[in-house]
């Protein structure tokens, strides 16, 4: 039985423009054990939500950071109990196919439970809502009406699901949406200067881009990438580039980048064609106030992780776009990550001793090396820096399940080196391997995979070893991105937004120290409770105002772009 | 949980956060924690089925089990051409000499974790001893301390040794021993009875 004294299943409506906070509508909200209805309008909204709070009191919330967003609009404080039947139902099918996908309409389906009510004649008054057009359209009564539908269908998917709840670990992830609200709420701060500039300019700049960039390659014609005249550039260059199975040469976004890697002379090409492709200026999503907001979409991916659109998040396009980025007056930002995350989670979790030594020691990369005798003891990054990248792209790729053609891609060497490589990766962390056999092993006989706080993956009809494999290390990742992103908001620390394994984090200059002190605290004491604890170090790289925040990837490509900007704009760069 | 609107209060939350830490929350991350350790819940061995009997491949890097419990004498008969090695009993080697040779089988293994047995022919009765012989059981015995490879040098007639001079990890041995090994090596390999097929056909029976 639910230990809770009151049980609040709630919906808000709400007007969501691109890169504002929301604008709540409406508030329907049902306490299931007393059966009273709560109804509220905007222009009803007071101080507090119109039911009791405190820890005895479960609030429920299908994808509730919308919920939770409203939360912060109104100054409510927090539920301190948050159960989202959307997150659990993600958990309990993580893996499977979801005939009507995730949305509230797919889980009733896919529980066999009446949909009426929820999507009937909805599509146009959401619509009407969510962009503020429904005044004159719609009447209050009908749109509470409408939000009360979903509450009685949430009820009713409620009560089914909760037989299949590990209700306290579930409310930890429910907790996470509180965190994610937050973030939303916060947003990134954009240069909205820069940004005009560039949407103004942005039509020019690419047909100047390609002259400039292509005259190293001549594959383009026009605004046309040329295949023929690729494979002529890569037969005189003598890259060996990945065909596809039809032999025709692989151009896709993931074998651009690790080709780029591996031969650094590609980056550039890669650079400009993601902007080409993927860059569209109009779709990053910046309120008024100058913040890039987006909705999170925690728990979307198949590791639990957040997957945030690409085209409207400011950490989703080409690296250099996120020079955009640029602190308000008299604020910083922090970008702080862990240091070596996936390889310090794969070590503690494993146990194995030597590659928690190699964690320990503050380059994990060259310690793998000295560790497999590579190199000597006394070996440094600057006197054996192309040793230790080697050994830093195999430790990389092998918690991924690459195999010897893959790493010899990677690294850009023969197959036979890559082959050596990951036999010393084997040969070093030998329980790190059974381990990692045992995870595997484990899939296949229970047919599912879980974290330390129990989000599973389903192996499902055709499980992929390489991605079971990787999961303890990606999906414990996000657990532990997630307790840290709770422990940090809740410490009142601003954090605009995550960055897989990173907090992009805002404060003013005298509260910068304390803020990167608190957060970083957070990342240390998540990284304990996850890992049982073995703590994870964190790095941080501090942007204060008046520069901008600069990916060091897309460096080089923000300065071509600005350069080309009419002179009288140049300043503002 | 709080909101982050009053930074004022962050030692106070600390505070707040650390006594929840302390108290048996059910709902405090620290209780919740489930195991990551696969090996112990997953309770899968590796079942060894295959033990091949063979000399070192020319490009293998091989080690030789050092403990004297993992290596014997046996008598063996060899069919070349299939390159097979087949164990006779005791019981028959009066009825047979002449068809096999003795053999020491060392147990060993190679840089991917295969287990195979190397046999090395014992010098005859007669004393003969060739240097394919000598320069195998040199190699053998050199493996027990390193990683070597041999390759065949027909000019010298005998084996080319090589030792790794980088310092490479000690191998990884199976659990089982050594008669459990011989038993998976040679459970189709062992010549018990006289209308053994492999007799059958020395004897041109077949």
Not at chain 1, 363 to 387: H, I, M, S
Not at chain 1, 500 to 508: E, K, R
């Amino acid at each position: 039985m639910i230990p809770f004294r009151e049980i609040v299943v709630a919906d808000f409506e709400f007007t969501a423009l691109p890169g504002e906070r929301p604008v709540p509508v409406c508030l329907v909200a049902h306490e299931l054990r007393s059966g009273r209805r709560f109804r509220i309008f905007e222009d009803q909204f007071g101080p507090l939500p119109p039911y009791v709070t405190g820890p005895d009191v479960l609030f429920v919330g299908f994808y509730c950071s919308a919920e939770l967003g409203c939360y912060r609009v109104l100054r409510w404080p927090m539920p301190e109990r948050v159960l989202d039947p959307f997150v659990e139902f993600r958990n309990l099918t993580n893996g499977l196919p979801t005939p009507a996908g995730a949305n509230l309409l797919g889980a009733l389906t896919y529980f066999g439970l009446d949909t009426t009510g929820v999507a009937e004649n909805k599509k146009e008054m959401q619509e009407a809502i969510g962009n503020g057009t429904w005044r004159g359209r719609f009447t209050p009564g009908e749109i509470l009406d409408y939000c009360e539908g979903d509450v009685i269908a949430l009820t009713r998917l409620l009560l089914v699901m909760l037989l299949r709840i590990d209700l306290p670990r579930a409310l930890l992830r429910g907790r996470y949406m509180a965190a994610a609200a937050a973030m939303e709420h916060n947003g990134v701060p954009i240069d909205m200067d820069m940004l005009e500039c560039l949407r103004l300019n942005w039509t020019a700049i690419q047909d100047q881009l390609i002259a400039a960039i292509d005259c190293d390659y001549g594959v383009f014609d026009g605004r046309t990438f040329k295949l023929e005249r690729f494979a002529k550039y890569l037969s005189a260059a003598g890259i060996p580039w990945p065909r596809l199975e039809s032999g025709q040469l692989d151009l896709s976004d993931d074998t651009f980048r690790q080709m780029a890697r591996a031969y650094p002379q590609v980056a550039p090409l890669h650079e400009l064609r993601s902007s080409l492709a993927e860059l569209r200026l109009n779709d990053l999503a910046v309120g008024h106030d100058g913040r890039n907001r987006v909705i999170l979409s925690a728990f979307r991916a198949r590791s639990s992780r957040n997957a945030p659109s690409n085209t409207r998040f400011i950490f989703g396009p080409s690296v250099w776009l996120r020079g955009l980025i640029k602190p308000p007056v008299g604020c910083a930002i922090c970008y702080i990550d862990w240091k070596q995350q996936e390889f310090g989670i794969a070590a503690a979790l494993s146990g194995d001793p030597t590659m928690q030594a190699a964690y320990r020691s503050g380059d994990c990369y060259l310690a793998f090396a000295k560790q497999a005798r590579a190199v000597p003891a006394d070996a440094t990054k600057e006197t054996y820096g192309t040793q230790r990248e080697l050994y830093k792209q195999c430790g990389l790729a092998v918690l991924y399940g690459i195999g010897a053609g893959g790493l010899a891609l990677r690294v850009g060497q023969p197959r036979i080196v890559a082959r050596n490589l990951l036999q010393a990766h084997h040969d070093t962390y030998r329980i790190f391997w059974g381990w990692s056999d045992a995870a595997l092993d484990t899939a296949m006989l229970t047919g599912s995979l879980h974290t330390v706080f129990g989000w599973q993956i389903q192996i499902g009809e055709r499980p992929n070893p390489r991605s079971l494999r990787n999961f303890p290390m990606q999906a414990n990742g996000a657990e532990m991105m997630r307790l840290a992103a709770c422990l940090a908001i809740e410490r009142a620390v601003e954090v605009c937004a995550p960055i897989h394994d990173a907090f992009l984090i805002c404060a003013p200059f005298d509260r910068l120290e304390e803020h990167i002190v608190t957060m970083r605290a957070a990342m240390a004491e998540a990284s304990r409770i996850v890992l049982g604890g073995f703590e994870l170090g964190t790095d941080v790289s501090i942007t204060r105002w008046p520069d901008r925040y600069m990916d060091p990837r897309g460096a080089v490509m923000w300065e071509r772009v600005t350069s080309l900007l009419p002179q009288r704009l140049r300043a503002t760069a | 949980m709080t909101t982050n609107s009053n930074p004022n209060t962050v030692a106070e939350m600390q505070s707040t956060t650390d006594q929840q830490a302390s108290t048996a929350d059910p709902f405090n991350p620290t209780n919740l924690r489930l195991s990551q350790s696969f090996v112990e819940t997953a309770g899968i061995r590796k079942l060894l089925t295959n033990v091949p009997v063979r000399k070192p491949s020319p490009q293998d890097f091989v080690r030789v089990h050092p403990d004297p419990a993992y290596r014997e004498n046996f008598p063996i008969i060899e069919l070349k051409d299939e390159r097979e090695e087949y164990i006779v009993v005791a019981d028959l080697v009066p009825l047979l000499i002449g068809e096999f040779v003795t053999k020491t089988l060392f147990t060993a293994i190679n840089r991917q974790g295969t287990v195979f047995f190397w046999p090395v022919r014992l010098p005859s009765p007669e004393g003969k001893n060739l240097d394919w012989w000598r320069s195998s059981r040199e190699a053998a015995e050199l493996a027990m301390k390193s990683w070597i490879r041999v390759r065949a040098n027909m000019n010298l007639g005998a084996y080319d040794i090589f030792q790794a001079e980088s310092v490479i990890s000690d191998p990884e041995w199976p659990q089982l021993g050594f008669w459990e090994l011989i038993k998976i090596a040679f459970r189709d390999h062992l010549i018990d009875r006289l209308d053994h097929p492999v007799i059958k056909r020395l004897r041109g029976q077949l």
